[in-house]
């Protein structure tokens, strides 16, 4: 049985963290071949199994070193129907692969958790096309149908929420959306973007906020941002802006590059974590409700735990001055 699925304590807005950036430690750190950036092959035996937990735990570490809360993500990013089909995965392994993802978060929780601090499992699905290029648009129904036989399974699990990773278009959020509603799921809706700040559409973020809340009745907890350095995006930030403040979660990229330069890398770019630190600083004077804090592709638990550093002392004078 799902532990927070009905009260997630993220909500409360207290400051929490999750992962960095999985997929590019195990191919760069680990040197582990990641067929479409599957990270969920290392579940095929103990020793992958091991590895996980043991990166889990670096970033309980740091939740409990803080005393602050963590949401927990799984490998199941690439683990959808058509991803799984082309890696040669069966539909039984489309519900192993699912089930076992969250009893390993499961793991980190009976070790970890306390009652002060909270581990929440996090279930991430990613688009059915490539992260930056959409390709072939489908529609809200379409992506409905796609997605809900993989949040079907999750919400069998003891997984508390899913969160729709690295969207690039509206339409495919919203059916997301909409299978994760019917089986009784909270779902949160992580859009990535460009340098522009846009989608790879062309689309605002407030476009693509608006659109889906529109489509949905602002069914989405919550929105997040991932995928993209914070210097790409904190320029498109005004104050008091009612879209914006459906944003309370930033999972960036360690690296300033472009989402076509990082696809030709061959070599890690890990940024700056001091520098990833203050760049996360910037956005709180930007985001009112902001208090999720994480990485995405480069980062690892030394820019986690610099976001913590740097941010937490703010983030907890601006909670007081909001009571005065």
Not at 69 to 97: C, F, H, M, Q
Not at 293 to 314: A, L, M, N, Q, S
Request: one cysteine or more; glycine letters at 6%.
């Amino acid at each position: 049985m799902a532990k927070y699925r009905y009260q997630l304590p993220q909500l409360s807005g207290d400051f929490f963290i999750t992962n960095g950036g999985l997929e590019t430690s195990l191919i760069f750190h680990e040197k582990r071949e990641l067929p479409c950036f599957a990270a969920f092959i290392i579940l095929q035996d103990e020793s992958g199994c091991d590895w996980l937990r043991n990166y889990l735990s670096k970033y309980a570490d740091i939740a409990r070193q803080y005393n602050i809360g963590l949401i927990l993500e799984n490998v199941t990013w690439r683990a959808s129907p058509d991803w799984l089909s082309k890696l040669g995965y069966s539909e039984d392994d489309l519900v192993y692969i699912n089930q076992k993802s969250i009893e390993i978060l499961d793991d980190i929780r009976k070790k970890y958790e306390t009652e002060k601090y909270p581990i929440v499992f996090n279930a991430s699905i990613g688009p059915r096309a490539d992260g930056y290029k959409p390709g072939v648009l489908m529609s809200p129904e379409q992506a409905q149908a796609y997605h809900a036989r993989q949040i079907e399974i999750l919400s069998k699990t003891k997984a508390d929420m899913i969160t729709g990773t690295t969207m690039n278009y509206p339409e495919e959020a919203i059916g997301m959306v909409r299978a994760a509603k019917q089986v009784g799921m909270p779902i949160v809706i992580s859009f990535t973007i460009e340098e522009d700040g846009k989608l790879a559409t062309g689309q605002t973020l407030q476009e693509a906020i608006e659109l889906v809340d529109a489509a949905t009745d602002k069914t989405p907890l919550y929105y997040v941002i991932n995928c993209a350095h914070p210097s790409h995006f904190v320029h498109i930030f005004h104050s008091n802006e009612d879209w914006s403040k459906r944003i309370h979660g930033v999972q960036g990229n360690a690296s300033k590059k472009s989402h076509a330069e990082l696809d030709e890398s061959t070599e890690l770019d890990d940024g700056n974590p001091l520098e990833f630190g203050i760049d996360n600083l910037a956005l709180l004077s930007k985001l009112k409700n902001l208090n999720i804090f994480g990485g995405c592709c480069g980062t690892d638990y030394r820019h986690v735990e610099e976001i913590c550093k740097t941010c937490i002392p703010v983030f907890g004078q601006i909670r007081v001055n909001k009571h005065y």
